[in-house]
Nanobody
């Protein structure tokens, strides 16, 4: 079993930076991919960024060049460093972890993720 705990939610200033953190506990050696997803009110949950244990990362197009996913395998953490936060970034952000190493297309889909945190909310104020 793996437990994920997010932190860092709050009110971000539009155009400014914000950082979310997630720490995994439990059987963390089994984790290969860790990622961040988000769900805005009235919208479906979407992938934001994910990173493999060996450092390969992918981002949703809307955050490329603004967000950076940072993973520390020794500390079992994955952070989401956000820059130039926009109103459309306001959402509930979820940390997730996947056990498998190989997926079609190279990265797991949302449905492939095995463990999820309870989420942390980011509000964007102008």
């Amino acid at each position: 079993q793996v437990y994920l705990r997010e932190s860092g939610g709050g009110s971000a200033q539009s155009g400014g930076p914000w950082r979310l953190s997630c720490v995994a506990s439990g059987n963390t050696d089994s984790l290969y991919f860790m990622g961040w997803f988000r769900q805005a009110p009235g919208k479906e949950r979407e992938e934001v960024a994910q990173m493999s244990r060996d450092g390969r990362a992918t981002y949703v197009e809307s955050v490329k060049g603004r967000f950076i996913i940072l993973r520390d395998n020794d500390k079992h953490t994955v952070d989401l460093q956000m820059h130039n936060v926009k109103p459309e970034d306001a959402a509930m952000y979820y940390c997730a972890a996947a056990l498998g190493e190989y997926y079609s297309g190279g990265y797991p889909a949302e449905s492939d993720y095995n463990y999820w945190g309870v989420g942390t909310r980011v509000i964007v104020s102008s």
